[in-house]
């Protein structure tokens, strides 16, 4: 039926499946216009959700492929970032049957986005991190922008493995390539680069670098605080537990929301056992975010959160043997009354992060998650 025969009909006579049809696309308009309206979050990720199910529905391959572009940033920015790699795997599978949908940018940076989760999921081989690293190479090659975000990942990647000469290598590279359509927002981009400075030993450069962070001249939602948990625990990796102190105060004027504020929490809870007395973090800060760790899937978040609640349980232990903390009732220590043994979460905690350190340095060939909790 044409455009032109249905809307001359009589609307009683419109076939039912067609106006089921019709208000689908309505629905589908109105749950894009909903959900680019909110803040990255859990509401936002649903509608999204809601609005690629409809895309697949139709079967309108643009809405499907921006659809799960927007859903892919939605888990990143405001969910939880590993539910990201199924979205960007099918929005390649799809692209492959819909080439010229949308602009080769888009392509690169969903490739980016599934490179990059991957490498923060242990249980991705590291040869399927290689090659996801690799199509996100091409899909810039094919779109003649982003090679510098691509030799920030790739020097990444060489330190995930353990290559410190290849790291040096694609670092300098980033470094003498100017900034283009792709690249990631400068406060983040100088973020990163700053904290590949401090695990190849450049202290001094790293901090240099930083200044605008740290000044807050350039800002975005997650900086500077990612940059001042990296300085936190980098701090109290040397033992200076002043400095920590300093870039402390600073994150503290970041309040913990969700599971995506996790490592900021594990940082000020190290702090706290580094410095107990100072008001870094509490119990209540400990209680609120245990059950966020439990339930996300992003290893390397939840290692730094372990990291740091390990820490602070170790330092409550020792002025007080219990503590009470209202937690869910599958919680895998046993608590009478809602009162925990300071050891038994600590052995947990302990435990926990272990266990994904030992993922990630078996996956990546070499020994770095168990020498940051070695000297924590």
């Known amino acids: 039926m044409s455009e032109q025969e249905l809307f001359g009909m009589d609307p009683d006579e419109i076939p039912e499946d067609m106006l089921d049809f019709f208000a689908d696309y309505d629905r589908m308009e109105q749950l894009r216009k909903d959900y680019q309206d909110l803040p990255w979050g859990p509401q936002r990720t649903e509608l999204n959700r809601e609005y690629v199910a409809l895309a697949d529905k139709l079967e309108e391959p643009f809405d499907q492929l921006a659809g799960r572009y927007q859903l892919a940033y939605a888990y990143i920015l405001g969910d939880d970032p590993a539910k990201a790699l199924p979205v960007c795997a099918e929005f390649m599978a799809l692209q492959q049957e819909h080439p010229d949908e949308l602009d080769g940018g888009s392509v690169a940076m969903i490739a980016m986005l599934a490179s990059s989760v991957a490498r923060d999921l242990p249980q991705i081989p590291k040869a399927q991190c290689a090659a996801l690293l690799e199509e996100f190479h091409q899909a810039v090659l094919a779109c003649h922008s982003g090679e510098?975000?691509?030799?920030?990942?790739?020097?990444?990647?060489?330190?995930?493995?353990?290559?410190?000469?290849?790291?040096?290598?694609?670092?300098?590279?980033?470094?003498?390539?100017?900034?283009?359509?792709?690249?990631?927002?400068?406060?983040?981009?100088?973020?990163?680069?700053?904290?590949?400075?401090?695990?190849?030993?450049?202290?001094?450069?790293?901090?240099?670098?930083?200044?605008?962070?740290?000044?807050?001249?350039?800002?975005?939602?997650?900086?500077?605080?990612?940059?001042?948990?990296?300085?936190?625990?980098?701090?109290?990796?040397?033992?200076?537990?002043?400095?920590?102190?300093?870039?402390?105060?600073?994150?503290?004027?970041?309040?913990?929301?969700?599971?995506?504020?996790?490592?900021?929490?594990?940082?000020?809870?190290?702090?706290?056992?580094?410095?107990?007395?100072?008001?870094?973090?509490?119990?209540?800060?400990?209680?609120?975010?245990?059950?966020?760790?439990?339930?996300?899937?992003?290893?390397?978040?939840?290692?730094?959160?372990?990291?740091?609640?390990?820490?602070?349980?170790?330092?409550?232990?020792q002025m007080q043997t219990s503590v009470r903390l209202s937690l869910p009732t599958d919680f895998p220590i046993p608590g009478a009354d809602h009162t925990y043994s300071c050891q038994a979460l600590e052995a947990w905690l302990r435990a926990e992060g272990e266990k994904i350190a030992r993922a990630f340095d078996r996956r990546n060939g070499c020994v770095y998650y168990q020498e940051i909790l070695r000297r924590a």
């Open 148 to 317: 510098r975000l691509w030799e920030y990942h790739a020097c990444e990647y060489a330190l995930m493995t353990g290559d410190r000469e290849a790291a040096e290598a694609h670092l300098k590279r980033f470094q003498e390539l100017p900034r283009d359509d792709l690249s990631d927002c400068e406060a983040c981009e100088v973020s990163g680069a700053a904290e590949i400075l401090l695990r190849l030993g450049r202290r001094e450069e790293a901090m240099a670098a930083l200044a605008p962070v740290l000044e807050q001249r350039i800002t975005c939602a997650q900086q500077p605080w990612e940059a001042l948990s990296t300085l936190i625990h980098d701090a109290l990796g040397r033992g200076d537990v002043r400095a920590a102190r300093q870039f402390g105060k600073e994150l503290l004027r970041r309040p913990i929301e969700n599971q995506n504020d996790l490592p900021y929490a594990g940082a000020l809870l190290r702090l706290e056992s580094a410095d107990s007395g100072g008001g870094w973090a509490d119990a209540a800060l400990l209680e609120r975010c245990l059950s966020w760790a439990r339930q996300l899937w992003d290893q390397k978040r939840r290692f730094w959160f372990f990291l740091g609640a390990g820490a602070f349980c170790r330092r409550l232990g």
